[in-house]
T-cell receptor
């Protein structure tokens, strides 16, 4: 079963705007990751945040993690057409760090 | 990083047949993971394949339906047996990065359509 639920399920914004996606999960974790999937392709790892971290940046990406609320957010600033893709959060489990479970995903569309 | 090659990239299959998907990694890895992505859905872990032992299957997936081989540290196969239209999905092979941080590398996936 999926560990994480994401919202919104779909998001359409104008190029140049910021996009925020949220992820909630159920069990304690060691880390949380975000992946991108372009249509019909494999997944690409974007960023990993550990359970003892609250915020992490990578280029135009900003990830936050609130372990008390079991939630995370991914912010993409100054969106570009190339950011159009599906975005998934993924978590391990404290009891099984080798098993990575994916959330339901957000389909992001950037309008030119 | 790891480079993962999957074959076939896509196939159209008849109901009741079986298809074997191959996954080749350019480096030796302990664990290989097989995921299924049904149309418009997220990824679901099918099983973890370790070299020299039987694969570990997740709830809802059984060896008779999804037999897995792991003959060495760079290769694995997943067979989808006795296929039905409900098996139409993208099947993805993945491995952890060399740093063991939990980051997964993925192949491009094998898109199966069952008629």
């Amino acid at each position: 079963s999926q560990q994480g639920e994401e919202d919104p399920q779909a998001l359409s914004i104008q190029e140049g705007e910021n996009a925020t996606m949220n992820c909630s999960y159920k069990t304690s974790i060691n880390n949380l990751q975000w992946y991108r999937q372009n249509s019909g392709r494999g997944l690409v790892h974007l960023i990993l945040i550990r359970s003892n971290e609250r915020e992490k940046h990578s280029g135009r990406l900003r990830v936050t993690l609130d372990t008390s609320k079991k939630s995370s957010s991914l912010l993409i600033t100054a969106s570009r057409a190339a950011d159009t893709a599906s975005y998934f959060c993924a978590t391990d489990a404290e009891s099984s760090a080798s098993k990575i479970i994916f959330g339901s995903g957000t389909r992001l569309s950037i309008r030119p | 990083s790891a480079v993962i090659s999957q074959k076939p990239s896509r196939d159209i299959c008849q109901r009741g047949t079986s298809l074997t998907i191959q996954c080749q990694v350019d480096s030796q890895v302990t664990m290989m993971f097989w995921y299924r992505q049904q149309p418009g859905q997220s990824l679901t872990l099918i099983a973890t394949a370790n070299q020299g032992s039987e694969a570990t299957y997740e709830s809802g997936f059984v060896i008779d339906k999804f037999p897995i081989s792991r003959p060495n540290l760079t290769f694995s196969t997943l067979t989808v047996s006795n296929m039905s239209p409900e098996d139409s999905s993208i099947y993805l092979c993945s491995v952890f990065s060399g740093s063991f941080t939990g980051e997964l590398f993925f192949g491009e996936g094998s898109r199966l359509t069952v008629l």
